[in-house]
């Protein structure tokens, strides 16, 4: 047990991390008599803060994707970091822990390596799919690196850096919330539009057309659109109110704000914006269609910069396409559509993709115990001799 109290810092720039980041606090004030022995502070959303973190930054609106999206937030970026830096510098925390967020962490990471502060970095930056020349630094910064896919030490072999497999905390996240009063609506589709302002923007339109495509095909379909915080679910209503004064009316559908959790055990399919939620539906058992839409000019980089045949993780843990996927000008209603319904009950990949989803989320299950607690025990092993 550690003689004083220890400072612990968490840090997350999004709404998975922001999951994680609270999952990771509760099983540190568990392992450690309640927490009575550790503070921990951080950077995070309204989760972090319910598991009792003390919220030095609140980053619910700083999560963006691309090249381009990321200078309309450069100066709050910038004004953000060096208040922590400074704060890190009087405060000293025992431990800093990263999760993911590489744009804002790794430049962190590096001043925390600069001030003899460790960093244990909870999720990695996906480098094995844009920046393997980031890996000596990483390997340089860190202290730590926990990873939530088991290919993911095989990334770092060679490098000198620390890794252990934790597995996906999600799977906890998923299981300890599932209600087994819920049943699965047959006739009920989600659309899952993102998280972010730029990402709703690009993809409830095309999601809104295919509703009606489907709709009109099979007029017995509902349909509901799932978001995760009042700001974003009051712009979808807005996209929603101009879409349908220029095309007219559409099919019943269902704006919820927090209830994603329930509607992953009830819809029969569903269509997502690629990111963690593609992971969290598989985990639950929905089957989905995804899709993505980037700034052209975002788009042309990672293009260059990417070389993976798939970018819907599913799939890539996989090895294979489970969740048929589009990009760009193929996220249309045509295509949606015509793969929704491959996926529906009955239809012909129905039955591959249920089997896909659940031999993904066996890969990603931790060993043993649960992942928070894994990750929890290997961050105090650093300052304490906890086993």
């Keep these: 047990m550690m003689e004083s109290q220890r400072k612990i810092w968490i840090f997350a720039g999004e709404s998975s991390g922001d999951a994680y980041g609270a999952e990771l606090a509760r099983s540190l004030k568990t392992l450690v008599a309640g927490g009575s022995s550790i503070s921990i502070s951080g950077m995070g959303g309204d989760k972090m803060r319910s598991a009792g973190v003390d919220m030095m930054v609140d980053s619910s609106e700083l999560g963006v994707v691309g090249f381009i999206e990321v200078f309309g937030k450069i100066f709050t970026f910038v004004r953000i970091f060096r208040e922590l830096v400074a704060r890190a510098e009087r405060e000293r925390p025992d431990v800093?822990?990263?999760?993911?967020?590489?744009?804002?962490?790794?430049?962190?990471?590096?001043?925390?390596?600069?001030?003899?502060?460790?960093?244990?970095?909870?999720?990695?930056?996906?480098?094995?799919?844009?920046?393997?020349?980031?890996?000596?630094?990483?390997?340089?910064?860190?202290?730590?690196?926990?990873?939530?896919?088991?290919?993911?030490?095989?990334?770092?072999?060679?490098?000198?850096?620390?890794?252990?497999?934790?597995?996906?905390?999600?799977v906890d996240i998923v299981r300890k919330r599932a209600n087994p009063g819920l049943k699965r609506d047959g006739n009920l589709v989600l659309l899952l539009p993102g998280s972010r302002d730029n990402e709703i923007r690009r993809m409830l339109p095309p999601m809104l057309e295919t509703a009606s495509k489907l709709a009109s095909l099979r007029p017995d379909l509902r349909f509901a659109v799932s978001l995760n915080r009042r700001a974003i679910h009051d712009k979808c209503l807005e996209i929603y109110g101009r879409f349908k004064e220029k095309h007219g009316p559409l099919p019943r559908i269902d704006?919820?704000?927090?209830?994603?959790?329930?509607?992953?055990?009830?819809?029969?399919?569903?269509?997502?914006?690629?990111?963690?939620?593609?992971?969290?539906?598989?985990?639950?058992?929905?089957?989905?269609?995804?899709?993505?839409?980037?700034?052209?000019?975002?788009?042309?980089?990672g293009r260059m910069l990417v070389s993976l045949p798939y970018f819907t993780m599913v799939d890539i843990i996989c090895g294979e396409m489970v969740f048929r996927e589009f990009l760009q000008s193929d996220v249309n209603a045509e295509t949606l559509s015509a793969a929704v319904l491959e996926i529906m009950p009955g239809g012909p990949r129905r039955d591959y993709v249920e089997r896909k989803m659940l031999e993904m989320t066996s890969l990603i299950s931790p060993s043993s115990e649960r992942a928070s607690d894994n990750a929890a025990k290997a961050i105090l092993k650093i300052f304490c001799n906890c086993s």
């Design 255 to 301: 704006f919820h704000c927090g209830e994603t959790e329930a509607l992953l055990q009830t819809a029969t399919a569903g269509i997502a914006a690629s990111g963690t939620v593609t992971v969290e539906c598989a985990i639950a058992g929905l089957p989905l269609v995804v899709g993505y839409r980037l700034n052209p000019v975002t788009y042309m980089i």
């Design 96 to 170: 800093v822990v990263l999760i993911d967020y590489p744009g804002f962490n790794l430049r962190f990471a590096e001043q925390m390596k600069r001030r003899g502060i460790p960093v244990v970095w909870y999720v990695s930056p996906q480098v094995w799919a844009w920046g393997r020349r980031r890996i000596p630094k990483l390997a340089s910064f860190c202290t730590k690196m926990l990873v939530i896919f088991p290919f993911e030490t095989r990334t770092y072999a060679g490098s000198g850096l620390d890794v252990e497999f934790t597995g996906h905390p999600l």
